[in-house]
């Protein structure tokens, strides 16, 4: 079956530029969340979504950083006024449900490269 | 500060042998850890997982170690086969809850042939 996608798989984009990221996860999940890996780092959380609850945008590191989730399916990060540390590989992955045994499939990524 | 440490960014075995990978967290109220494989331009795929009440948990080749007093967990992989290299992510969790897992930056296995 389908796994998660996210598109574009790559973006390059110039300083100061918006961007916006793409996933699409699977089919039925309640539960989408975003990560980035910088280079040489671990995952790190930015937000999660889990049916119509107000999503967990703990882990956004700044108000440039804003995400939506739209019929419960799709979701689009967006990146705005874009800077060079926020160059990245950024990870989308859904689940069931939250709960301990849901495991998080995630896509392939899109590497975003800020000029 | 780096709640989820994974101390060795690299590690090489010999196929057919033990491949160890160790994580140590600094967060006691931690109550489940998963461990995550992932192929260059792919993503992650979740490996096993172990709950804070359990010290060990095994699925086929792969068993994973808790020591909570010392706040260690480690991965074992026995026999490694070449198709394991991959880095390896240690995952914690709070209350049960998927949501905001915490990370630590991987370690990249190679096993050689």
């Known amino acids: 079956g389908a796994g998660v996608s996210q598109s574009p798989s790559n973006k390059v984009t110039e300083k100061g530029k918006d961007v916006e990221l793409r996933c699409d996860p699977i089919?039925?999940?309640?539960?989408l969340y975003w990560y980035r890996q910088s280079l040489g780092q671990g995952l790190e959380f930015l937000i999660y979504?889990?049916?119509?609850?107000?999503?967990?945008k703990s882990g956004l590191p700044s108000d440039r950083f804003s995400a939506e989730r739209t019929g419960g399916s799709v979701s689009t990060l967006t990146i705005q006024r874009t800077q060079q540390e926020d160059s990245a590989v950024y990870l989308c992955?859904?689940?069931?449900?939250?709960?301990?045994?849901?495991?998080?499939?995630f896509g392939p990524g899109t590497r975003l490269t800020v000029l | 500060d780096q709640q989820v440490k994974q101390n060795s960014p690299s590690l090489s075995v010999q196929e057919g042998r033990i491949s160890i990978l160790n994580c140590d967290y600094t967060n006691s109220m931690f109550d489940y850890f998963l461990w995550y494989k992932k192929y260059p331009a792919e993503g992650p795929t979740f490996l096993i997982s172990?709950?804070?009440?359990?010290d060990k948990n095994e699925d086929g080749r792969f068993t994973v170690f808790l020591n909570k007093s010392a706040k260690h967990l480690s991965l074992h992989i026995v026999p490694s086969q070449p198709g394991d290299s991959a880095v390896y992510f240690c995952a914690a969790g709070l209350g049960g809850s998927q949501g905001n897992l915490i990370f630590g930056k991987g370690t990249k296995l190679s096993v050689k042939p």
């Open positions: 992955a859904s689940s069931r449900g939250t709960a301990r045994a849901d495991t998080q499939y």
């Open positions: 089919s039925g999940h309640t539960a």
């Open positions: 979504f889990q049916g119509n609850s107000a999503p967990d």
């Open positions: 172990i709950s804070s009440i359990k």
